[in-house]
């Protein structure tokens, strides 16, 4: 049984169990950027267990929205929402609206497939296919249909792995396998992957947790980079990185969403008490 977007109820959750009603602090950009991603109302039940509760929040293009809290607060369950990825779990519900320029993305005609591409999804652990490098960012390209001809494919290969900043280290080796690489090349490797589909928005889940600090920082500066091209949200639990990468943050929290707005701003002078908290490091 898939994932199912339909209302939220609560015949299943006692009234205990549910946080009290608690309405997100929100500060705007000093200059408004434009909406790619609109979410409003979102919850997320697993079976009889409510995970998130009424999120409402608009991710802005060409920008990183950074995803923090508490490890089980929903913040990487609501980034799965965005590309549907909680379809694949066994009893999952999904209540509410989420919008990608306009476009209702749990519309039952959607192709759930092509929206992966728009959306693309980076996880916590390296995961290349047990291809060549080649063949791991050619994969996508390939079955959807993006190259008229060899000449394309190696050109939009060439060009992802130029993007993801891995091109100059593999390309002599390029048909040799991906998994032979450094844990910090892999990731670079399915950024790359990711890319080739020329998606809109990019998600990443602790894209840097399984990686050494030298193997973060060029994955930080790659975000940086992509950030002028793509609308990136990114889930983390280091909050020195939310500080470096990002230009939005939101602070989730037993399942709701508590504050978001500017970065400088979260971490200087949030408006939240339980935001102040957090980052100062009183829970968590």
Do not use: W
Not at 4 to 23: M, Y
Not at 54 to 70: Q, R
């Amino acid at each position: 049984m898939n994932a199912t977007l339909a209302p939220a109820s609560s015949s299943n959750q006692s009234s205990a169990a549910l946080p009290k009603t608690f309405q997100t602090v929100r500060t705007p950009d000093p200059e408004p950027r434009k909406v790619r991603v609109h979410a409003q109302d979102v919850s997320v039940f697993y079976g009889p267990k409510q995970a998130l509760f009424d999120v409402s929040i608009d991710i802005p293009e060409k920008a990183v929205t950074a995803f923090i809290g508490p490890s089980g607060c929903g913040k990487s369950t609501f980034l799965r929402c965005l590309n549907r990825m909680n379809d694949t779990i066994e009893g999952a519900r999904v209540s509410g609206t989420i919008q990608l320029d306009g476009e209702d993305l749990y519309d039952p005609k959607l192709d759930v497939v092509e929206l992966r591409a728009r959306i693309g999804m980076v996880f916590q652990k390296p995961n290349p296919f047990p291809k060549t490098i080649f063949e791991n960012v050619a994969y996508g390209p390939r079955i959807h249909g993006l190259a008229k001809s060899k000449t394309d494919l190696e050109q939009i290969v060439v060009e992802s792995l130029q993007k993801a900043s891995l091109f100059n280290e593999v390309k002599d080796r390029l048909h040799e396998v991906g998994t032979g690489l450094s844990g910090g090349q892999q990731q670079r490797l399915c950024i790359a992957r990711a890319i080739a589909v020329s998606p809109e928005v990019i998600l990443m889940d602790e894209p840097c947790s399984a990686l050494d600090p030298i193997a973060t920082a060029k994955i930080e500066e790659l975000i940086d980079e992509l950030r002028a091209n793509y609308t990136i949200v990114i889930v983390t639990h280091s909050m020195q990185q939310a500080a470096r990468v990002s230009q939005r943050t939101a602070f989730f929290h037993l399942g709701i969403l508590v504050e978001e707005g500017p970065t400088e701003m979260m971490f200087t002078s949030p408006a939240e008490k339980r935001t102040q908290d957090y980052i100062t490091g009183r829970f968590g």
